[in-house]
């Protein structure tokens, strides 16, 4: 079976293809600008014995998905069985200095995108009358966050579309859930500064920071024959930081 993942070229993404790798999915994994880690993470997948591709599309892009979806079916000779929408960035500021690009950039990569790829996706899922579609949200989605209107929106946004495809496509075996990462160490949050680091390290019940191992581990449950009467669920991967 094959497993999309998005801005698999790095982070969170890059662990999630790994780990679905290890539990036998073949891989396409998308990236923007990082070739040579989508590249180097393609032959290390290969060497696991599985088949890989690596994908480049800007997947806020909706002709780039489209071109992306037709790529994966050409050369990796299968439909797209396992859907990680992954992909995403923080332009963060205060509400009053928020400019109206970082809106929209947040905005169209982390949640039109998901819609992009799902739309893509759903149609040969439907067809088949299977798919798992695995969204990465955030904690700050349920939450919100100062600093963060722009992405805690966009993560708000994917959790209401990830039940409303889960509600829509139950009856055609899909399932739909998500994934709300806490802290984790990745380029994403290596920006934060050592003061914001210890102040949110101090939030977290389980005492450390968390790793894309332990997202990637997430993902693969929902990937797996295991959670297959699971859908519409919001899964908190946080070390007890939010516990809502
Ligand atoms: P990261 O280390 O910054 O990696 C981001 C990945 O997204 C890269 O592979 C990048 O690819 C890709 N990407 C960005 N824009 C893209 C686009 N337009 N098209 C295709 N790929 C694109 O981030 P991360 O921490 O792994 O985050 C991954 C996901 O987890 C995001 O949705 C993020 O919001 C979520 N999350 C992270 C944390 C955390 O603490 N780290 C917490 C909660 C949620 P290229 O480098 O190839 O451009």
Redesign the pocket.
Known sequence: MLALV????????RAVALELAKNNFNVAI?????MDA?KSLCSKINSMGVKAGYFK????NSDDVINLFKSVKDNMGENVSILVN????TRDNLLMRMKNEDWQTVIN??LN?AFYCTREAIRDMAKARYGRIIN?A??VGLTGNAGQANYAASKAGIIGFTKSIAREYANRGITANAIA????E????EVLKPEAKEGILKSIPLGSIGK?EDVAKAAAFFASETSSYITGQVLAVDGGMTMI
């Open positions: 998005t801005g698999a070229s790095r982070g969170i993404g998308n990236y923007n600008n990082s989508a599309a800007d997947v806020s992954n992909a995403g960035v990569t982390n995108a990465i955030s904690v990462p806490g802290f984790i990745t380029d994403m949050t894309a």
